[in-house]
Structures are given as C-alpha cells and as structure tokens.
C-alpha cells in the first residue's frame, strides 16, 4: 500500500492516508501493517507521528522528521495552531446547520456519544460545517459536507454529524442506517470521509486529492 507525498521540508513529510490502513500499529496486528511504518520503511528514516486519523478514513497525514519538530508540532496541535478541513458525503441535507456546539463523552468499546447537560466528565467539542453540494438518489438526499473541527476529540466528526440528523455514509458504529437501504449500494464501502487540508505553522498547507473510491461516489451520485 502506498501513501502518495505531498509535501517534504527539513521538518515534515505530508501524505495522503488511503483508507482501510492505521497511523500507528492497531491492536492485534503486526506493527508492520501501520502508515507510519510503511511511510518509515519506504524513505529509510524514522519518522515521528504527530497526529492520527481513523484507519478508514483517507487523507492528509504528517509526520515529523526529528524530535525538535515532533514537540512544536505536538504543541502546535494541543494550542489549536493547526487548521483541519474534511469533506463528509453524509445521508441528509443538514439545511440551517453550519455550527455543531455539542460536548462529548466516552462511550463503551471506543465509541464516542454526546453528553448530557452538566454531564462529568463530558469535553467541549465545536466543529464548523459547510453543505457544498446536495445530490437525491432513490429517495434518499446526500450532501458533501466540508467540516472544520475547531477541537479534535475522538469521532467528534461522526458524532457530531450525526447529532445533526446526517450520518456520514457507511459509518459502521454512528451511520449504520446507511449501510442498507438505496445508498447501501454506493461505490464507497468504507466510511465517506476524507481529510482534505491541513495547514500547520510557518504557513504550510497541504491538501490531499480525492482517492478513487470517493470519486467514484461522486459519479454515481451525478448519475441519479
């Protein structure tokens, strides 16, 4: 599997993540079988992970080059230094939404939920969101969403758009209704999410394309 470069400076590499493989060795399998390895093993230098994104998410990932980088980086991201901007395919118009305030709180077997008013232990999470486009397929409405998490908790993207009424499509723990039903049969198996841009300090953007699978998404819904 391979991670296409996006950028290279003394500091950083950025590529782009293709679904279905973890940042870092996921519990169970061989340490082999994560990006930063395989990013590692094909440069032939040690790379540092800075920050993850869900193995079935595709994307932007950066990692650090050297020690130095990997603390002002790390810090970077705990002050909100860096700017994160995905694209969601969801299942719903998500009409009149363009800002989800909605604290969250672990749930069982690594899930996240929203919290209850007051809720210990319940962390704030806000992300921005923005409906670029709507598609209607069999009944059912689509809509290619671009999110900007203004905090990073764990599926707070998941969560949160699905607190909204649009899951992302075929979301297998916050989406499962998309699963079946007429867009069961869209051309994307895996969860409709995609981590388009990331800017860190010192001005660097990095924006990763759409992969195959989400363009093909696109086509079969411009084809209804």
């Keep these: 599997m391979q991670a296409p470069l996006l950028h290279e400076d003394a500091e ?34 040690r790379l540092w992970v800075v920050h993850r994104i869900d193995r079935d998410t595709s994307g932007v990932v950066v990692f650090a080059r050297t020690a130095e980088a990997h603390r002002m980086l790390n ?11 995905y694209l969601a395919w969801v299942a719903g118009a998500l009409e009149g939404v363009s800002r989800i305030d909605v604290d969250l709180h672990e749930a069982r077997k690594g899930k996240t939920r929203p919290a209850e008013p007051g809720e210990p232990g319940a962390k704030r999470a806000v992300t921005e969101v923005a409906v ?4 209607a397929r069999d009944g059912a409405v689509v809509s290619r969403v671009r999110c900007r998490p ?6 707070q993207l998941r969560v949160h758009l699905r607190w ?11 989406g499962k ?9 869209a051309p994307c198996p895996r969860l409709a999410l995609h981590a388009a841009e990331l ?14 699978d ?10 209804t």
Excluded: M, N, S
């Design 177 to 185: 209704d998309t699963l079946r039903g007429p867009l069961a049969a």
């Design 199 to 212: 800017t860190v300090p010192g001005g660097r953007h990095f924006t990763a394309p759409l992969p195959d």
């Design 12 to 45: 950083l590499i950025a590529v782009a993540k293709p679904a279905g493989i973890p940042v870092i060795p996921a519990r169970g399998e061989p340490p082999e079988a994560c990006l930063q390895h395989v990013v590692a093993a094909a440069r032939g230098e």
């Design 132 to 135: 670029e486009r709507r598609w």
């Design 150 to 155: 203004i905090t990073g908790r764990h599926h």
């Design 214 to 223: 989400l363009v093909a998404l696109e086509r079969w819904l411009e084809a």
């Design 75 to 85: 810090l970077a991201f705990e002050q909100r230094e860096v700017e994160k901007r």
């Design 164 to 174: 909204a009424g649009a899951p992302i499509l075929h979301d297998p723990l916050y």
